[in-house]
């Protein structure tokens, strides 16, 4: 992240951001092992089975996008869990769909993991039982969008899970180190990516569940609730 001070410098004074790929190449795989420790540890032992019903559908067979997947490792882990679904995986990032690609030929799940460059707005429609977003929904230019396309997207009875970095809605209950933490990122990466994309909403890191259940909401979604509150993360469901 510091290797890129002067892009960051630079868009405080444009105010224009800077895209994820301008970044130096040791932050995508840099912060894809950041992430993949939570989703590790906790993906499949704890937050996807505190959705409701999501774990029984997975084993049974369902299908899942990644949206903003970056190094794919969510998907993977998924796939390996629950072989009998089946997944997509779509950034903006290339260079990140062709780690996510690598990463899924290793683990032995790439007939039923496929990954494409998309963006959340644009990936294909399947009728999506389950659409996921990794810490990636507060980087994008146009969240509200984002949840819009997920919710065209989705099946009837299907669910948003998004997992977004553990923010308390008032700024004073963020000052601790994971909240000093997540806003020297979010300013320098998170933000800075939202504001280079269209719309440049900016939401941050640290956006809070009451925010993000209002971005949900003018999506058009009807039911949102937080499903889990582990230190590091928000583990927040929504459906239409
Ligand atoms: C912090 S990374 C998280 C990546 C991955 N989900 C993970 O948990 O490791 C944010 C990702 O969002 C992607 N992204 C940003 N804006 C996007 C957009 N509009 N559509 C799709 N992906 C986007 C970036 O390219 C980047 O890979």
């Known amino acids: ?74 998907t993977v882990l998924m796939a390996e869990a629950y072989p009998n679904s089946r997944y997509w995986g779509y950034d903006v990032h290339r260079q990140s769909i062709d780690a996510a690609r690598d990463h899924a030929e290793e683990a032995g799940v790439a007939d039923r993991a ?10 294909p429609d399947r009728d999506f039982d389950l659409i996921c977003f990794f810490d990636c929904l507060h980087d994008m230019g146009d969240p509200v969008g984002a949840a819009r396309h997920a919710a065209q997207t989705l099946a009837e009875d299907g669910t948003v899970m998004l997992v977004e970095p553990f923010a308390d809605d008032r700024v004073e209950n963020n000052l601790g180190p994971v909240g000093q933490l997540y806003y020297a990122a979010s300013t320098t990466l998170c933000c800075a990516h939202s504001l280079s994309e269209d719309v440049g909403l900016a939401l941050g890191a640290q956006a809070g569940e009451a925010r993000l259940a209002q971005v949900f909401s003018e999506a058009g979604f009807s039911h949102f609730r937080r499903a889990m509150e582990p230190p590091f993360n928000l583990i927040l469901e929504a459906r239409c």
């Not at 704890?46 to 996008?65: K, N």
């Not at 496929?114 to 990936?123: I, L, M, N, R, S």
Request: with cysteine.
């Open 114 to 123: 496929t990954f494409a460059v998309a963006g959340a707005k644009g990936y």
């Open 1 to 74: 992240m510091w290797f890129d001070q002067d892009k960051s410098l630079d868009a405080f004074r444009t105010g224009k951001g800077v895209p994820w790929s301008d970044h130096d190449q040791r932050l995508f795989c840099g912060s894809a092992a950041f992430y993949r420790n939570a989703y590790r540890g906790s993906l499949v032992q704890e937050w996807l089975p505190a959705l409701d019903g999501v774990q029984a559908r997975l084993e049974e067979g369902i299908r899942v996008v990644d949206v903003g997947c970056g190094h794919g490792h969510s």
